[in-house]
């Protein structure tokens, strides 16, 4: 049973290009969640979705960042014009649902933003 | 707003000694879980121990445990028998569900280097 599985592992981006990253949950979870986590810092929280949905976007900055979870295919974070200050470790993670309180993380995807 | 504090940026052990990370977190729920997640060089996140605050037994995997006191809202983690493996960013986490969301809230992290 694989993993979460996020690609790519390392990105980089000159300032005003667009970033996507790509997270495949693990087999059978149906919930998503992005975190951020800037150097020295713990991870924060994105967003959280479900299959076709968006649940809280609390996390999510109010421009070019976005998110989805298509029916089918991987989730996507996409970041529109980057700046330097989107570089990053960008992780996603997934669960079974609210009730396990458990959620499984992938490698993570570094950005870099020249 | 839910907080999670770790006091201690970096520390050392010996190998084979025992070290205790500390954390606490501020949660109005009265029902939560919280986590330790190890972060080696690689960068992954590995969950290495979990505790429902419901539960009155501290939990353990192997040579992790933790001390979790409900009422000071403080949640330590205890290694022993360090290995140098253990050398890694450790993370304090604590699960905050609200408005049917879920989100885990993290600690600023603690550097554990397991000397030879």
């Known amino acids: 049973n694989a993993g979460v599985m996020q690609n790519p592992r390392h990105l980089v981006r000159r300032r005003g290009q667009e970033a996507r990253l790509r997270c495949s949950p693990m087999?059978?979870?149906?919930?998503v969640y992005w975190y951020r986590q800037l150097p020295e810092e713990g991870l924060k929280f994105m967003v959280y979705?479900?299959?076709?949905?968006?649940?809280?976007e609390s996390g999510m900055p109010k421009e070019r960042f976005s998110a989805e979870f298509p029916k089918e295919g991987p989730s996507i974070l996409r970041i529109q014009q980057v700046v330097r200050g989107d570089s990053a470790a960008y992780f996603c993670?997934?669960?079974?649902?609210?009730?396990?309180?458990?959620?499984?993380f992938g490698e993570g995807s570094r950005l870099t933003v020249l | 707003a839910q907080t999670v504090t770790q006091s201690q940026p970096e520390m050392s052990v010996q190998e084979a000694e025992t070290v205790t990370l500390s954390c606490t977190y501020d949660?109005?729920?009265?029902?939560?879980?919280l986590f330790w997640y190890k972060q080696p060089p690689s960068r992954q996140m590995i969950l290495v121990i979990r505790?429902?605050?419901?539960?009155?037994q501290n939990a353990t995997e192997n040579r992790f445990s933790v001390n979790f006191q409900k009422a000071a809202k403080s949640f330590s983690l205890k290694i022993s028998d360090s290995q140098l493996g253990d050398t890694a960013m450790y993370f304090c986490?604590?699960?905050?569900?609200?408005?049917?969301?879920?989100?885990?809230?993290f600690g600023k992290g603690t550097k554990l280097t397991v000397n030879p």
């Open positions: 993670a997934s669960s079974e649902g609210l009730a396990t309180g458990e959620l499984f």
């Open positions: 087999k059978g979870h149906s919930h």
């Open positions: 979705l479900q299959k076709e949905n968006i649940i809280d």
């Open positions: 949660t109005s729920e009265n029902n939560y879980y």
């Open positions: 505790q429902e605050a419901y539960k009155q």
């Open positions: 986490a604590s699960l905050l569900r609200q408005g049917g969301s879920e989100k885990l809230v």
